[in-house]
């Protein structure tokens, strides 16, 4: 694994209308050929997701999007694949080009006014640029005078085709990166400095030849980060190990498939989690999730419950999410409970219909846009839960897992 995790990565998503030089203002911003230049608009149909470093704001993927104004065919479709690109994205690039500017701003750039309403209202930050000041620059100088007094913003003035601005757009963006992006912690307040942690990590048939799987990755790389002592075990060698430490762990984490008999061996003195419950936390609003698993025992046979998970083809999470959970709520209400699947970016926008939605890990998936996801099912008073909790809830554990509180 040499790459940072996408999911970690600043997500920077374009936005703008169709040839507002969106895909022109990529490629400026990273030296490179991202996106196809036209000018016929539409060329960019589904947005296009690019990870790279950009120097000096690290490890990004850039989203570039279709225009929100496409009005072709597929428009529609286009629309809902943009709306998306927003949730993920944690930083906004609106671009606009001058033109009109004798007519009111409010209409002729009512798009990209209610676009940054929308963005606002997500607390996701926002940066307006205004392209082609090749073209015309009394125009964009004037256009920039207009967003500040609509909205207060400095938006930066750039040529794609002269270069001018970029230098100016890059300082911009990293004022303009969310304080806490980046710093959200998987061992939380769990954990300190030279604390010793074991990890208690089965390596079965399930797990990939070879390698471990991103979270036990990820929260070993913290723990070092964080100076703590670390013991990696499977779940054979847990007795040994604790027989062989001086004192006991301060934390064991454990996967949530053998948190019971960890639970049966632990020291009294160590706490003891599950990586599946700390990454709902990381990843999610673990209260909500709490509360979600424990709406499933006022369930009946009569129950439609939605189970969405973002990987469209991994054996173990379809495991958990097409056989196991299915099968542990159809045993306790009826064969005729309605269980529905959606997977990827699929995500109905309409919950109402559904008395629980049970997410995956969503380990492919960005902090923003799982909480884009958990902020629907809030607003239209769906419960929502996640495969790690709804698993300590259903195997009876949760009341015994510590929960991470920030
Ligand atoms: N003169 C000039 N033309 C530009 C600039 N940026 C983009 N264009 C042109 O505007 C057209 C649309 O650009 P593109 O990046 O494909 O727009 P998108 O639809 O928003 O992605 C293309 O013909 C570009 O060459 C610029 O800064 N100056
Ligand atoms: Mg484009």
């Known amino acids: ?101 004798e007519q009111d701003i409010k209409k002729v750039y009512k798009p990209e006014l209610d676009w940054y309403a929308y ?107 964080r100076h703590c002592l670390v013991m990696s075990v499977t779940k054979e060698q847990l007795l040994l190990a604790l027989q062989t430490l001086k004192k006991p762990p301060k934390l064991i984490i454990t996967d949530s498939q053998i948190f019971g008999s960890v639970y049966e061996n632990k020291p009294k003195e160590s706490m003891l989690t599950s990586f599946s419950v700390l990454f709902a936390a990381y990843k999610g609003d673990l209260p909500y999730y709490v509360q979600g698993a424990k709406k499933i025992d006022s369930l009946t046979e009569n129950s439609r419950v939605l189970i969405a998970e973002c990987c469209t083809h991994a054996p173990l999470s379809e495991d958990i999410g097409r056989v196991k959970i299915p099968r542990m709520l159809k045993k306790r209400f009826g064969e005729n409970l309605t269980v529905e699947h959606v997977s990827g970016t699929d995500f109905p926008e309409d919950l109402s219909g559904y008395d629980l939605i049970i997410q995956c890990g969503g380990c492919m998936f960005n902090r923003k846009y799982v909480m884009a996801r958990i902020g629907h099912a809030k607003k239209q008073q769906v419960p929502m839960t996640n495969y790690g909790v709804v698993i300590a809830h259903l195997t009876g554990i949760l009341p015994y897992v510590t929960l991470p509180e920030s």
């Open 119 to 225: 963005f606002k209202g997500q607390n996701t930050p926002v940066l307006f640029v205004v392209s082609k000041l090749d073209e015309d620059r009394k125009a964009a100088f004037t256009l920039q005078a207009e967003i500040k007094e609509e909205t207060g913003e400095d938006a930066v003035l750039i040529s794609t085709v002269t270069k001018e601005g970029m230098e100016e757009v890059k300082e911009a963006l990293i004022r303009k990166v969310p304080e806490n992006h980046g710093e959200r912690l998987i061992t939380a307040e769990l954990v300190g400095k030279e604390d010793l942690v074991l990890l208690v990590m089965p390596q079965d048939i399930q797990a990939p030849k070879g390698r471990l799987i991103l979270p036990q990755v990820q929260t070993i790389r913290e723990l070092l980060d």
């Open 1 to 101: 694994m040499n790459q940072t995790p996408s999911a970690n990565r600043l997500h920077i998503g374009i936005f703008g209308k169709t040839n507002s030089g969106k895909s022109s203002f990529i490629n400026a911003l990273t030296n490179q050929q991202v996106s196809i230049v036209a000018d016929i608009a539409g060329t960019t149909t589904d947005p296009v997701y690019k990870a790279m470093e950009i120097h000096p704001l690290g490890a990004c993927t850039i989203i570039d999007t279709a225009g929100f104004d496409d009005v072709t065919r597929l428009g529609e479709k286009r629309l809902e694949k943009t709306k998306q690109a927003a949730e993920k994205t944690d930083l906004a690039v609106l671009v606009l080009t001058a033109e009109n500017m």
